[in-house]
T-cell receptor
Framework: KNEVEQSPQNLTAQEGEFITINCSYS?????LHWLQQHPGGGIVSLFM???GKKKHGRLIATINIQEKHSSLHITASHPRDSAVYIC?????????FGQGTRLTINP | KAGVTQTPRYLIKTRGQQVTLSCSPI?????VSWYQQTPGQGLQFLFE???????NKGNFPGRFSGRQFSNSRSEMNVSTLELGDSALYLC????????????FGPGTRLTVT
């Protein structure tokens, strides 16, 4: 069993829909990252959080340390949000990654 | 401020050869981490360098090595290349040790034939 599990693996939605991507982990962590990877490979760090909730524009990330679970929400989704979203947890100063969620937003 | 740069962007090598990849961090960042991304295994941590010393290491064989220079630029080397080493190699820089906030480079896509 992977230490970091994401769901769903693939998600297709229509423009404007509310999107939720989930991440569960099985180990004690110092922090959790949400990353975005566009075709071509470039990775952008969206959030780093160790408790509570963070918001940046249309993106919201939450974490529940007790339940070992985090969610990434996208409000009013847009085709430019199409990308792979990766959850990564910081364990002993090393990042351990989930397998990613491929999100496709159709116009 | 310029972002993280990696060279070369694409590379084709033959089994048994060795390869060196380069990463220049954001100015002022002292930590450089390296990652391997493959379709089968996803993203995996290779190692982290800080102040010219390897501080953390992932579960990769000794064929994978790296170093960091006094200007924080880093190189990673893979010797005796295998087909399974074909991957996207990403580096990320951060101000301090421990991957708390990382900025990723565009990656080097290595193909081993």
């Amino acid at each position: 069993k992977n230490e970091v599990e994401q769901s769903p693996q693939n998600l297709t939605a229509q423009e404007g829909e509310f999107i939720t991507i989930n991440c569960s982990y099985s180990v004690g962590i110092s922090a959790l990252h949400w990353l975005q990877q566009h075709p071509g490979g470039g990775i952008v760090s969206l959030f780093m959080l160790s408790s509570g909730k963070k918001k940046h524009g249309r993106l919201i990330a939450t974490i529940n340390i007790q339940e070992k679970h985090s969610s990434l929400h996208i409000t009013a989704s847009h085709p430019r949000d199409s990308a792979v979203y990766i959850c990564a947890v910081l364990v002993a100063q090393k990042l351990v990654f989930g397998q990613g969620t491929r999100l496709t937003i159709n116009p | 401020k310029a972002g993280v740069t990696q060279t070369p962007r694409y590379l084709i090598k033959t089994r048994g050869q060795q390869v060196t990849l380069s990463c220049s961090p954001i100015s002022g960042h002292r930590s450089v981490s390296w990652y391997q991304q493959t379709p089968g295994q996803g993203l995996q941590f290779l190692f982290e360098y800080f102040s010219e010393t390897q501080r953390n290491k992932g579960n990769f064989p000794g064929r994978f090595s790296g170093r960091q220079f006094s200007n924080s630029r880093s190189e990673m080397n893979v010797s005796t290349l295998e087909l399974g080493d074909s991957a996207l190699y990403l580096c990320a820089s951060s101000l301090w040790l421990g991957a708390y906030e990382q900025y990723f480079g565009p990656g080097t896509r290595l193909t081993v034939t």
